[in-house]
């Protein structure tokens, strides 16, 4: 099976307006796809470092001596972008989420579709897991992860239900959870929301906001000015950090104005955002929720 078809491939890597001798990160290898095609465009000079914290990643990994692959997590970019002798690079891209490997392999506990132990774990080195969340949190520590995370709306039903159930012994399993949540699940949107629970539980596993933020903030401090970032995200909460972060260099509240009242940014959006057409949906649905932002060091 293939491990992953990137999406939006030369929009977002066009985005980084790649010159054929800079050092460029690509901090979500994944299969490889966007890593491959910013390798065609770059010289003998280039270079590519990328990251993937999932150790089934390295089984991609590109023979090229232009090409270094780093297993660890895109929180640490600055650290390791030192270890390998880089305090700048000239554009990063990141394509955030699962991929279609991880999806695709029932064990690793990311699909609704087979029956599996509660695992979500992107690192699989990591001690926590689906399983910590599902078991080991209060009640309201698990709604509050439902509900921001997912954003449900019945977050707190949800959250009774699932401490009740593990009160005759722990849930192992994706079978064991869709069954307690079943009174939350009507016959028609069965799915939707089944996957919204998956998404919330992700998150809190691989605390994938923490670590975007992290990720961004640090890009800045290794872009030169005119560096660019390529992001793409796939649902509202990622999408939200990488609008606002790209337009006013923080998450939340509005920067700073200078005596002429023009805003104190580290970074300008170019261009709109970019998503998928319909042809690139309809070969590949994983694209559907795609969203790309392009911006700029100043
Ligand atoms: C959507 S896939 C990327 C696919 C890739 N662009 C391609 O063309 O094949 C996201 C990948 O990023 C990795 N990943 C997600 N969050 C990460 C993080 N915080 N640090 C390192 N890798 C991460 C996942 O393990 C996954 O392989």
């Given at each position: 099976?293939?491990?992953?078809?990137?999406?939006l491939?030369?929009?977002t890597?066009?985005?980084?307006?790649?010159?054929?001798?800079?050092?460029?990160?690509?901090?979500?290898?994944?299969?490889?796809?966007?890593?491959?095609?910013?390798?065609?465009?770059?010289?003998?000079?280039?270079?590519?470092?990328?990251?993937?914290?999932d150790k089934?990643a390295?089984?991609?990994?590109?023979?090229?001596?232009?090409?270094?692959?780093?297993?660890?997590?895109f929180?640490?970019?600055?650290?390791?972008l030192?270890?390998?002798?880089?305090?700048?690079v000239?554009g990063?891209?990141?394509?955030f989420?699962?991929?279609?490997?991880?999806?695709?392999?029932?064990?690793?506990g990311?699909?609704?579709?087979?029956?599996?132990e509660?695992?979500?774990?992107?690192?699989?080195?990591?001690?926590?897991?689906a399983?910590?969340?599902?078991?080991?949190?209060?009640e309201?520590?698990?709604?509050?992860?439902?509900?921001?995370?997912?954003?449900?709306?019945a977050?707190?039903?949800?959250?009774?239900?699932?401490?009740?159930?593990?009160?005759?012994?722990?849930?192992?399993?994706s079978?064991?959870?869709?069954?307690?949540?079943?009174?939350?699940?009507?016959?028609?949107?069965e799915?939707k929301?089944?996957?919204?629970i998956y998404?919330?539980?992700?998150?809190?596993?691989?605390?994938?906001?923490?670590v975007?933020?992290?990720?961004?903030?640090?890009?800045?401090?290794?872009?030169?000015?005119?560096?660019?970032l390529?992001?793409?995200?796939?649902?509202?909460?990622?999408?939200?950090?990488?609008?606002?972060?790209m337009?006013n260099?923080?998450?939340?509240?509005?920067?700073?104005k200078?005596?002429?009242?023009?805003?104190e940014?580290?970074?300008?959006?170019?261009?709109?955002?970019?998503?998928?057409d319909?042809?690139?949906?309809?070969?590949?649905?994983?694209a559907?929720?795609?969203?790309?932002?392009?911006a700029?060091?100043?």
């Amino acid at each position: 099976m293939e491990y992953h078809n990137p999406v939006l491939l030369h929009p977002t890597v066009d985005g980084l307006a790649i010159k054929p001798d800079g050092v460029y990160v690509d901090v979500t290898f994944g299969g490889g796809g966007h890593s491959r095609e910013i390798l065609k465009r770059l010289g003998p000079n280039g270079k590519l470092i990328a990251f993937d914290q999932d150790k089934d990643a390295l089984d991609n990994v590109i023979d090229d001596p232009r090409f270094v692959l780093v297993n660890e997590n895109f929180r640490f970019l600055k650290r390791f972008l030192r270890f390998h002798g880089h305090k700048q690079v000239d554009g990063i891209l990141a394509d955030f989420g699962v991929s279609s490997h991880q999806f695709d392999v029932a064990e690793r506990g990311f699909s609704t579709r087979f029956e599996a132990e509660l695992d979500m774990r992107m690192d699989q080195g990591s001690a926590f897991s689906a399983y910590d969340v599902v078991n080991n949190y209060e009640e309201s520590q698990l709604s509050s992860v439902l509900f921001q995370y997912g954003e449900l709306r019945a977050s707190k039903g949800i959250a009774r239900v699932i401490c009740e159930k593990r009160k005759n012994g722990p849930i192992k399993t994706s079978d064991q959870l869709k069954e307690a949540v079943a009174r939350f699940l009507p016959k028609h949107r069965e799915h939707k929301i089944l996957a919204q629970i998956y998404q919330a539980i992700r998150i809190e596993v691989n605390q994938e906001l923490e670590v975007i933020k992290e990720f961004l903030q640090q890009s800045i401090e290794v872009l030169p000015v005119g560096g660019r970032l390529s992001v793409i995200s796939y649902h509202s909460l990622e999408d939200r950090l990488v609008k606002r972060f790209m337009r006013n260099g923080m998450f939340e509240g509005e920067p700073e104005k200078d005596v002429f009242g023009r805003a104190e940014v580290p970074m300008k959006p170019v261009g709109k955002f970019i998503i998928p057409d319909a042809a690139e949906i309809k070969e590949n649905n994983r694209a559907r929720s795609a969203k790309l932002r392009i911006a700029k060091k100043l």
